[in-house]
């Protein structure tokens, strides 16, 4: 077992049959992943913002045994009950002023983000330099945050005071998941016309690879950080959300008795790194997708008008925005283009579109075969049948390998007229599959 030059990043798991390998070229570093000789895929990432290209990719990947269930599970027990897997619950008070209402929260919390934040600069600082990465993110990210709207500019302001983490980390901490999170999203309306709307959460591609335990170093450090916030306004929940503490973004959440929303992050040419880079340049006219997400939530009244506001924003980065509405066919994929208009894919059970999944490929293209999340999720979702299609059954195939992967961090399930919003936290039992 030997490590290249520069990174812990940088692993070579001779044991495992697994090596990766690095080159620098600039700010760029092409990662050579080689499995036992069945593939070799080769990824070249800015770091830490972007995947940018996929350079070489021959042969087998997401089905190379023993990686893949070839078979949908379905002995999963819903819900889960493993203590581990369970997530805390914070009461988060609208009638507070911003800068105090994530205060109880944040403040227990303040160790395990240190801990995750620390992570980051120490992954930084290799490719970079420490002291420097410090310091940039004090000189850059700190003003940001005087950039942002409110009530989010307030809120950032008073989780650094709550925890005594200098401003520029936590702006960093707050834009790091609009640009690498890759999940699965599944709507699904049951023959009674119940809808149901899941996702896995899987963060942390190429942030640091642990030896020992064989997992990813930021993924881990996510878990402790991972709370069901219920939004509440006089004493009466609004919303729910699935947030990382000190995180006030929206990307999972569900308004009761109106709709569920969950982002996938999309990845093209023309990422979320370019949009970031014109708002530190000036431009405004976009706006952040976390942030987005929670104002639509917060102020949806029903499904069609969100449905229009979605496909009318302008996001700082290409998005998946995936819709469950409270009536039969109301469910969406929404594909946010910064460039052109936003494509929609609806369910339509009258005609069998009984469900949507969505991955972190356009649903007009063909996935690529080294990250094949869909059509294992498709065969397992058909296999559920419609009949059956209910809270456990969307659990199992949420829990079927490569859905489930060392990066996924949470599974969330909601139902949106119960106004129900559950979170797990998930480990995947070993031999599996990295992504
Ligand atoms: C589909 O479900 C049936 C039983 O319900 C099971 O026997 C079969 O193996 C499943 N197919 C897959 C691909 O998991
Ligand atoms: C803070 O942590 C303590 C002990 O770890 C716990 O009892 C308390 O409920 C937590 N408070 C919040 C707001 O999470
Ligand atoms: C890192 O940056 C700091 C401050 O800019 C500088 O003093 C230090 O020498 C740099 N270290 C390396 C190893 O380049
Ligand atoms: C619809 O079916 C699901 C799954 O079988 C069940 O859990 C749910 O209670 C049913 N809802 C209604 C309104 O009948």
């Known amino acids: 077992m030997t490590r290249t030059e520069s990174t812990d990043l940088i692993v070579i798991l001779a044991d495992k049959c697994i090596h990766v390998c690095a080159t620098q070229v600039n700010c760029m570093y092409t990662v050579g992943v080689h499995f036992c000789s069945e593939m070799t895929v080769w990824l070249s990432l800015l770091v830490p913002f972007a995947l940018v290209g996929i350079l070489v990719v021959p042969s087998l990947c997401q089905d190379a045994y023993p990686y893949t269930d070839r078979v949908c599970r379905t002995d999963v027990q819903y819900p889960p009950e493993d203590p581990k897997a369970k997530v805390p619950s914070f009461v988060l008070n609208l009638d507070l002023s911003p800068e105090e209402r994530w205060r109880p929260l944040v403040k227990n919390k303040s160790a395990e983000v240190k801990a995750l934040l620390n992570d980051l600069i120490d992954l930084l600082g290799a490719f970079f330099n420490e002291t420097k990465v410090t310091e940039l993110l004090d000189d850059i990210m700190a003003p940001l945050a005087f950039t942002l709207p409110q009530p989010y500019q307030d809120e950032i302001l008073g989780i650094a005071e709550s925890t005594g983490i200098p401003l ?181 059970p009258k005609n069998g579109k009984w469900f949507l999944v969505q991955t972190n490929y356009d649903p007009t293209d063909k996935p690529p075969f080294y990250d094949d999340r869909r059509t294992s999720a498709l065969k397992c979702m058909t296999n559920t049948t419609q009949k059956a299609v209910g809270l456990g059954p969307i659990y199992n195939v949420l829990s079927t390998k490569p859905n489930l992967n060392l990066l996924t961090t949470y599974s969330a399930l909601m139902q949106v007229n119960m106004g129900y919003l559950e979170t797990f936290l998930r480990e995947c039992p070993q031999p599996c599959y990295p992504w």
């Open 168 to 348: 520029g980390q936590i702006v960093l901490y707050n834009i790091f998941y609009e640009v690498n999170p890759f999940c699965t999203s599944i709507v699904a309306e049951n023959s009674n016309g119940t809808l149901y709307h899941a996702r896995n959460m899987d963060f942390g591609i190429f942030l640091g690879w642990d030896v020992k335990s064989k997992q990813w170093a930021v993924t881990e450090s996510l878990k402790p950080l991972l709370v069901n916030v219920d939004y509440q306004q006089g004493g009466k929940t609004v919303a729910k959300a699935v947030h990382f503490a000190g995180y006030i973004g929206v990307i999972t959440g569900v308004k009761p008795g109106v709709l569920t929303m969950t982002m996938n992050a999309r990845h093209s040419p023309d990422s979320g790194f370019l949009g970031f880079l014109q708002w530190i340049m000036g431009r405004r006219s976009e706006q952040w997708t976390g942030f987005f997400m929670r104002d639509t939530l917060m102020e949806a009244t029903d499904y069609a008008t969100t449905k229009t506001r979605v496909v009318n924003a302008k996001l700082m980065a290409p998005a998946y925005i995936i819709l469950g509405g409270t009536k039969t066919g109301e469910g969406s994929i929404i594909v946010i283009d910064r460039e052109k208009p936003a494509y929609v894919e609806e369910l339509d």
